[in-house]
Each structure stands twice: as C-alpha cells, then as structure tokens.
C-alpha cells in the first residue's frame, strides 16, 4: 500500500523560510498528482499548491510569490518551499496524492499525517 511521509514543519519567525517534503512510499501504483493542503487552528483545509505528473503546477493565491511546489515523480517525492512566512501561514500541513493501483486501476487518495509550521515571534 501507500504511505506519505512528511517532514520540514517547525516554529519558524514571521519572514522565515521552511521547506517541507513528503515521500509516497510503496510500489505497485502510479501518480496522477501531489498535493499540499494546510488547515489552521479553527478552519477549514484549503489546498495551497498541486503540481501534476506532467509538472504543471498550481499555487493558491494566499501564498502565490512566496510558496513554490516542485516535484520528482521519479521519487514519488514533492515539496513545497516557503519563504516570507507569515502568522497567517500557521497550520498542519498535508500531503495529498491521488494515485492508481497498477494491478487493478484501483483508484486512491492518500493523506498523510501532516507536519505542524507555526509562525510567530
């Protein structure tokens, strides 16, 4: 099966940088495309960037010019680099992949378990 290791979260100052990396381990699927979502204390998650197999990716206008998402498929790896980090960016950070069985086509979405980023003084 599929696991998503996290890692890069931690208590950073407003303007800080951190990097964060998640891994799918296993074997015996593919990857359409990996994600990063965050959730704040009291609110909803929201996705902050994609990028696809093809490596189009996609950043959410909250973090658009600080955050950048880049990937190595060949790795089953993604990152999310933030700079300019602000009290606003505080949250649990999760690895979303949405992947395909290879034996069976069988559809899955994998979370993992996220890694905490606080920002604050």
């Known amino acids: 099966q599929v696991h998503l290791v996290e890692s890069g979260g931690g208590l950073v100052q407003p303007g800080g940088s951190l990097r964060l990396s998640c891994v799918a381990s296993?074997?015996?699927?593919?990857?359409?495309?990996m994600n990063w979502y965050r959730q704040a204390p009291g609110k909803q998650r929201e996705l902050v960037a994609q990028?696809?197999?093809?490596?189009?990716?996609v950043v959410a206008e909250a973090v658009k010019g600080r955050f950048t998402i880049s990937g190595d498929f060949a790795k089953n790896t993604v990152f999310l680099q933030a700079i300019s980090l602000e009290p606003e960016d505080t949250a649990v950070y999760h690895c979303?992949?949405?992947?395909?069985?290879?034996?069976?086509?069988?559809?899955?979405?994998?979370w993992g378990q996220g890694t905490l980023v606080t920002v604050q003084s």
């Open positions: 296993g074997s015996g699927f593919r990857i359409y495309d």
């Open positions: 979303n992949v949405q992947v395909v069985v290879s034996s069976n086509y069988t559809y899955l979405e994998v």
């Open positions: 990028i696809a197999a093809n490596g189009r990716a």
